[in-house]
């Protein structure tokens, strides 16, 4: 099962590292990426249930390949911010960008556990919306 996940998490990461090339500002990148993860994830219900929610099972080695696939997502989120902003904006600290990746891996999981994969994309409103609670902030003089 373990060859299975790295293979799924893999095509799910490159076509979500790919989907920030399809927008020019920060909050569009985040929403393009996340639109596209979850349009893919209701497409391919057992693909969601294998990387966000067979690992919660107990398996060890799983449960590593799970959190290495979320620590490439903050990576990356990290990577592209620092891309993408300029110097009067703030960048999120990465305990940010953690909560961020970490909160929508929940909202995710829950879904699928539920048997609610192809509600997925239905959330990407409240998902974005509840994203910009981390989103930099032009710094303000006082």
Do not use: N
């Amino acid at each position: 099962m373990a060859d299975a996940y790295r293979r799924a998490a893999d095509e799910l990461f490159v076509e979500y590292a790919a989907s920030f090339r399809l927008a020019q500002s920060w909050p569009d990148k985040l929403s393009t990426g996340l639109e596209r993860l979850l349009q893919r994830l209701a497409a391919e219900p057992a693909v969601a249930h294998l990387c966000f929610v067979a690992p919660m099972a107990g398996d060890e080695e799983l449960c590593e390949l799970r959190e290495a696939f979320r620590a490439r997502h903050v990576e990356l989120l990290a990577v592209e911010q620092d891309r993408h902003l300029d110097d009067e904006e703030e960048l999120l600290p990465e305990l940010a960008l953690e909560m961020m990746v970490g909160a929508v891996f929940r909202t995710i999981t829950s879904l699928v556990a539920e048997g609610r994969a192809p509600e997925l994309p239905a959330l990407m409103e409240d998902v974005t919306f509840s994203a910009a609670v981390f989103e930099p902030r032009v710094a303000l003089a006082a």
